[in-house]
């Protein structure tokens, strides 16, 4: 057999040329078409026409309509977690054996179904419109990858006991131990694994004592535990609750700073929403035209199922024309059903390029909004009828070194007694000073000196002045040079977009997690406010308020409890604090030295950075942390470059001394943990979410234990789970906020927290009466959910008046407020501006270089931490290449152990353009070796018409050197790996160290600290 057969056999089928596809298939089709005939055991099927399909759940009488369930069987509505958008499902239960044998869609699910089943409709009445004629409607369908997670349920790789790990740091020895010496290890410490003492929580868990009086502002000794959680699975409250005001550390981190962090906090700033970050979605309903830059629609973004849907749905049914911009040609782009989209190739990382490129088009050629963006403020907005306003003629502080620059002026600082928080804008009739607040219009763009009330003078433009003049920095042709996008196409998209008023919308995501993250990212979603299209039909909104579950809610005030303590001192990561506020600094200049470069950055505008948590606890800069408790995070895996970076470190007791992970599997990271701690997969445990984005009515979805965890119990008979973990660690240390008097009630009565039961269901109690209680469920939806299953344990938490609501918002997966029109427009208005000039990131300084942060879109390349360009550290002549990941319509990093999705496609190959590959005498099949400056992985390759020339094309969850891909022995037991889990590469080995980062970290974002997974400088060659 050739090397080239023997790969594309190995790997099996790659998505893309036919003959590789169909090579691929070879195997699976004829299993099926076996299967079909004699089925998968070799027996005879019990139906010649449906094989051994299961028996339906219901059927529905032909004749009366009426729905008669299966015997043994219900259908129970609750959350998927095979990726975070976590829509609702439908999960057919066998409660006899206690398996869960189907997964669907929930059709009452915003997320889930165009338009969704009326909230009040009776469950009966919702499963019967899934069914007969109708159903071709009602269907409500999971992706394929939720319909496929339920192979976690059971899977031989998950681990149901405690283990502690008896050989050295990630060598994948362990031993099972209970839970009761896991809490005791734990909590106490001592000489846990014959290396010496070992400090548990309780030497740590002082919240008085300074660790550093030389540097103050690091806070108490408890800030060196750091808690990280992967993502808002619905059980976040309870670790915030644990991390924050129980235990008091600072240090918390979650998945984002290597997911999508870039992007959101380029949102936030448009936003005017440095903490929430938020950011806003296409109205799919009335939009005309859309351009997807660094996302595309049904393959990445959120909510991923839902865009799948909402696409479909207008590139056919009605006038809708979109483009994709990305380095690499996506499923969402296709002409198959009409031709009324396009896919626009561009380099890695060349979006920012290309987004400043539109936005100086569109003001040399005046074709923004201009109606919009006159309108200082929301009395100007209303009395010109615009949907929102902007800060776009809002003064800026713009001589460098004052004590205002990078801020707004504002009243107070020209001495204005009234108005004098208001910001500062120039008159458009009189030319005169006015109040943001006044109900007209102000001057677009200005340049003028002002003598402050202080007697200094300054220049002072206005917003929209400073993004000109950013925007104006290069000529449209240096732009077409960075991004390699023609400049006539780079013109006529800007036209395009610019031609449909306020329903025109660009809409990003995680594409843009390059080496310059922030400004890209803020710079694509200015192009929304050139147009005016916030708040507005066929524009982009933001999403409908969730339902209060475990916050201080109408029931149970969860988010505050008697002796709630409130943590204090810097974050690990050095973010949302400045360089300038430390004590090194005053140090530095009390001895007169150049404070600038601080040892490592610091990220002012950034929330706490998981990306930034681990080298900084490692380092000791700022501080160590001596303990790292973390829950399904997966860094290792998911930030480019980490592992190179840290691996070694992480492997050193002497640096963190406990490292405790908490997982239904082990993944990367906590292949790296002294204790595991089992936890519940979805369908097991309780919890509350909430959309990202994308929905405009009110929405909290509800998950409970539709089957019997698959775990081991504590000695009390709770599933051990984070949960329980949390809660033991809390009560043996005796921190507030946990025990029998911990929740209080809208009448001041304590309620307990011992078990997970005791959290979720108050909070289920808050969702049921937030905006009015809902009805008491009924026998019969209890019944047809499995809800009457959980409904002793609802009796035995709620008060008499609550369980029966709880259960209604159980027995529906939630709670989800009326479905608006589908031409109604935003429902919710984002009521702040959109932020043309962001004050909070132009009045900071970059902490290495000292420079102040442009607070506006403007041009960066890629760059290290230094400020330097990549490509003076990695020449384009040695690093030729560019890598580029994206999306899986299959594989979420977590979702690899279900055999299914392995078995449609098995491995991600190595995308290079056909023209590069063919230079490089490389062909489809052959085994590569891509390389970057941070390590080199091996592959199969894949030629492709649809990756832009000079970039090569990843894509994501695959290469797994955990989750069962490897071998760890259990109480001196193989537990096989699987080489199949393994298979693929993952992009992120080969992510890069920053070789200015003197703490060693991997490359992130200069401005946010987010991961940089695109545009890695790289070379390819073939193996053999
Ligand atoms: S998009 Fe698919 S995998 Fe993700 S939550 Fe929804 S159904 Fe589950």
Known sequence: MDNKR??????????????????????????????????????????????????????????????????????????????WTQCGIRARVDTVNNRVLRIAGNPYHPLSHEKPQVYDAPVREAYTGLGGDPGIEGRSAACARGAAMLELLDNPQRITRPMKRVGPRGSGQWQTISFEQLIEEVTEGGDLFGEGRVDGLRAIHDTETLMDPENPEYGPVANRLLVTDAGPDGRRAIVKRFTFNAFGTRNFGHHGSYCGLGYRVGSGALFDDMKGFTHAKLDWDRARFVIFMGTAPAHAGNPYKQQGRQLASARTDRRFEYVVVAPSLPNSSSLATRGNNNWVPIRPAGDSAMAMAMIRWIIDNERYDRDYLIQPGPAAQEAAGEPSWSNATHLVVSSENHALTGRILRGRDLGWTDSAGDSVVVDAVSGEWMAHTMPRPAELFVTREVVLADGSTVTVKSAMQRLADEARRLTLSEYSAECDVPEATIEALARKFTSYGKQAVINTHGGVMNGSAFYTSYAIVMLNA??????????????????????????????????????????????????????????????????????????????????????????????????????????????????????????????????????????????????????????????????????????????????????????????????????????????????????????????????????????????????????????????????????????????????????????????????????????????????????????????????????????????????????????????????????????????????????????????????????????????????????????????????????????????????????????????PGDEAIGAGVNLNDLGLVDPTHSSGNAWVDWVTGASVRQALPARIEKVG
């Open 6 to 83: 023997r790969n594309l056999l190995k790997g099996s089928a790659a998505l893309g040329g036919l003959g590789v596809f169909g090579a691929g298939y070879v195997d699976p089709v004829k299993k099926a078409a076996q299967g079909l005939l004699s089925g998968s055991a070799g027996e005879p099927t019990t139906d010649r026409i449906t094989g051994n399909a299961l028996p339906p759940e219901f059927r529905i009488d032909a004749e009366t309509g009426e729905l008669i369930p299966a015997e043994g069987q219900v259908v129970s509505l609750t959350q998927c977690l095979g990726c």
């Open 530 to 975: 050139m147009v005016g299209n916030l708040n507005a039909p066929g524009g982009t909104f933001v999403k409908g308020k969730p339902y209060t579950n475990t916050g201080a809610g109408e029931r149970y005030d969860m988010a505050n409890f008697p002796g709630k303590i409130g943590p204090k001192g810097i974050f690990l990561s050095r973010s949302r604090t400045t360089y300038e506020a430390s004590s090194e600094f005053r140090r530095k200049v009390e001895s007169g030295r150049n404070p600038y470069p601080a040892k490592a950055p610091w990220y002012p505008v950034s929330p706490p950075l998981f990306t930034e948590h681990l080298c900084s606890a490692l380092e000791g800069y700022p501080y160590q942390a001596k303990i790292w408790i973390n829950h399904m995070g997966n860094p290792i895996y998911g930030q480019a470059g980490l592992r190179e970076a840290i691996d070694q470190r992480l492997k050193d007791p002497g640096r963190i001394g406990l490292i405790i992970g908490i997982e239904p599997f082990i993944n990367e990271t906590n292949a790296y943990a002294d204790y595991l701690v089992p936890d519940l997969v979805t369908y097991e445990g309780w919890g509350f979410s909430k959309a990202w984005a994308g929905v405009k009515q009110r929405m909290t979805s509800a998950r409970w234990p539709v089957v019997e965890p698959r775990v081991e119990k504590t000695a009390d008979g709770e599933p051990i789970s984070m949960e329980a973990f949390l809660i033991a660690v809390s009560k043996r240390l005796g921190l507030p906020g946990f025990g029998d008097n911990a929740i209080p009630d809208a009448d001041g009565n304590l309620h307990p927290l011992n078990t997970a039961a005791d959290w979720y269901l108050r909070g289920a109690a808050n969702v049921a009466w937030d905006g009015g209680p809902v009805p008491e469920a009924a026998e019969d939806d209890m019944r047809l959910t499995g809800v009457d299953r959980i409904a002793p344990v609802l009796q035995a938490h709620l008060k008499p008046e609550e369980w029966r609501r709880a259960a209604y918002v159980f027995c529906r997966g939630g709670r989800f407020g009326e479905a608006p029109a589908k031409d109604a427009g935003p429902v919710t208005h984002w009521q702040r501006p959109a932020t043309i000039w962001n004050e909070k990131v132009g009045s900071n300084r970059h902490s290495l270089t000292g420079d102040y942060f442009t607070g506006c879109p403007t041009w960066h390349p890629p760059r290290f931490a230094d400020g330097s360009r990549v490509e003076r550290h990695y020449p384009v002549d040695q690093w030729p290449l560019r890598l580029t990941s994206y999306k899986s319509h299959l594989q979420s990093p977590h979702s690899i152990a279900a055999s299914r999705l392995r078995q449609i496609h098995p491995y991600n190959p190595v995308g290079i353009n056909t023209r590069d590959a063919e230079a490089a005498g490389i062909q489809t099949g052959d085994r590569v070796r891509l390389v970057t400056p941070g390590g080199s992985v091996e592959g199969v390759a894949l030629l492709r018409d649809g990756v832009k020339r000079g970039a090569v094309a990843i894509e994501h969850g695959y290469g797994h050197r955990e989750l069962g891909a490897r071998t760890h022995t259990v109480d001196g037991t193989p537990l």
